[in-house]
């Protein structure tokens, strides 16, 4: 059992972290989201979408970006705690105490370990559902056209493939135009051309329809069964309806197809498994093809072919344990029995003829089902790597607070901007090079965690030693920690070609 000092020393720790946790999540989160609005929003106002629309799309970014800056907080949190307990000399009461680093670090791992668990609970049950409707979404909004406007001096395309109309002056605050030539092509047996010395536009209250009124002008008519003959009718006055120049947005209710990043680790997993199935499925038959060839040169009798076995394999614990939850909690639905249909053997099929062998389509289709297993093997491993983050992070941000306390705002913007700009290129460059199978999914998404923990277990063990000291230096020591190293190497290449 642990002792009462201790026990109160970790909550005091994990305390000092909660403020600006807090803080760092909500103000990464704004920056981030004010940064997506700066760069979607005027697309999306020119749709002439409802607000409520608006606000649900930079509503469902949100997991997104919490998602990547929960691990930043964490950074931020613990180099701003910690570098005012070393430099409030509370540190050092604490050694002073008998109480070392190590212990100091516990109650942080176990913070940083809940944070953890959040986040891959968070990324891997709640972002998924949200991305899968913020793209749902955003293709609904693609397919509504634009809010209809007219340009001058332009061929503007009122109706898709339909109704063009052309104006040399057009007066949006009085809907006047000047100059008018349409082009109509909604029969496809005849083919019409509309000119007006001018003419006013009017819209429906939907602002679905538009009404032309035209003035002094000209119809030429073209029929397609009597090419030579033209129709030229003159007007003083024309009026015209174009329905649909504006449809209405209408929201997907239902959307089955979901991406790597739409669905959750036990769903990608029988993805990738069932990849696995495909790539031996096509190595099998490669090789029964071959068999086939070579046994019709030899003139010997066909063998029967044998299918692979495709039965899935079982889940993980991680799934099975999930969808017990499910079970749980979920209501029970009624369902058709399922009659369970016999397995076929290799004696009861008949023989399947092969094709001739292709190695060059043999070698796409291989590696067609290693790449679709390994997107989702790295969107898996990305999942548990930006998690892993937090413990990796609070185990960085300790150490280099203890030592450099006296950088105070400045080293927790400058060390936090130095390792998110690394950690995230690093995770967006794993990301390609895995789907292109250069690298496994392991290392494509672990490689930068691995990186930063090389780096934070030699600063912890520089702050646990006898000699180190909780007042370490500032900028300049960072300076001098990060780039000391350069004078000495110029120095010694000196030595050495002036000699002894």
Known sequence: MARPTVRILSRYILRQHLPPLGYAVAALTCAMLVNQVAKQFGNLVGKGLPWGIIVEVFGLSIPFIVAMTL???????????????????????????????????????????????????????????????????????????????????VINEVVAGQFFLRAARIDPAANTLTDVTIYDLEDPDRRRIITADSGRMAYTPGGTDLYLTLRDGEVHEVKRTDPEHLNRTFYSVNRIKVAGVSNQFQQTQKDEYRGDREMTICAMEEVVAQARIDQRRVRHESVSAIEAELRRTLKLAPLPYVPIDSTLPPPSVYCRVLASIERLVAPTTASAAQVPQPRPTATSLPFVSQPSPNYI????RVRSARQRAAVYEVEIQKKLAISAACIIFAMLGMPLAIRFPRGGVGLVIGTSLAVFSVYYVGLIGGEELGDRLFVPPFFAMWTPNL??????????????????????????????????????MRNANREMRNGP
């Open 451 to 488: 990186i930063f923990l090389a780096l934070a277990l030699p600063l912890l063990r520089a702050v646990r030693s006898a000699g180190s000291t909780a007042h370490g230096g500032d900028w300049d020591e960072v300076k001098q920690a990060l780039f000391g190293w350069i004078p000495n």
């Open 361 to 364: 389509a043999y070698e796409q």
């Open 71 to 153: 691990p930043m907080a964490v950074l931020v949190a613990v180099l701003y705690t910690f570098s005012h307990l070393a430099a409030d000399n509370e540190i050092t009461a604490m050694k002073a105490s008998g109480i070392s680093i190590g212990r100091l670090l516990l109650p942080l791992l176990g913070g940083a370990t809940a944070v953890t668990v959040i986040a891959f609970a968070w990324n891997d049950q709640l972002l998924p559902r949200s991305n899968h409707a913020l793209r749902t979404l955003l293709v609904d909004i693609q397919r509504k056209k634009p809010t209809f406007q007219l340009k001058e001096q």
